[in-house]
């Protein structure tokens, strides 16, 4: 009996031996399309096979989300600076500064910190024409409040109405710049679909 259960035991052995060396290819029937493995048609190229895995409109999230947060830090940065402005302006408007005080403070501190803002924001660069656009409304801000804070300071200094009318004026636009990028941006946020 130990001898048939040996003799048994080989020509199992050898059964799977042959069938696994078989230069054939057996493959069991599928009953069901569906478990059949996908075929890749070698004519995709890689780029193509990405196209169709990705959404449009995530291909360059990973550049957009480096440039929402390169932007964030210096609109931060820019926030504070108009926290020093009004503080500044309400100094002026209860007599705590003086005009010559208030021009200086502008020349000294208001002015370097905003040439700096418009140096970090112009080199950064936005990943494509869309977000271009948006990044212009910032720079055009910015430049302009620069323009306003150089002529409220010669307002203050020869005490010209007319000059300090026209920074006003030019003040009002960088609101309403500030009012579009902050819309714009918060549309670029949802769209890319970044925190």
């Known amino acids: ?19 696994c060396n078989s230069n054939e290819e057996v493959t069991p029937p599928i009953a069901d399309k569906e478990k059949r493995p996908i075929e890749l048609k070698a004519s995709k190229t890689e780029a193509e096979m ?4 990705v959404p449009e409109n995530f291909k360059d999230r990973e550049a957009v989300e480096t440039y929402v947060t390169e932007v964030r830090e210096i609109y931060m940065v820019t926030t504070n600076l108009g926290a020093q402005w009004d503080a500044l302006r309400i100094g002026s408007s209860t007599g705590e500064v ?6 200086e403070v502008i020349r ?15 080199a950064i660069v936005p990943p494509n024409d869309e977000i271009a656009r948006t990044h212009e409304l910032f720079i055009d801000a910015i430049n302009k409040q620069h323009i306003a804070f150089s002529e409220v300071a010669t307002a203050m200094d020869t005490y010209d109405s007319n000059k300090m ?4 004026e030019i003040l009002s636009e960088v609101r309403k710049l500030d009012r ?12 890319y679909n970044i925190d």
């Open 180 to 191: 579009e990028f902050g819309r714009e941006m918060e549309n670029l946020l949802l769209e």
């Open 1 to 19: 009996m130990r001898k048939g259960l040996k003799l048994l035991f080989l020509l199992s052995c050898t059964i799977y031996l042959v069938a």
């Open 50 to 53: 990405v196209s169709t895995k």
């Open 165 to 168: 009318t026209k920074a006003n």
């Open 108 to 122: 000294t501190d208001l002015l370097p910190q905003n040439m700096a803002i418009i140096e970090v924001i112009e």
């Open 98 to 103: 003086t005009p010559p005080e208030f021009a």
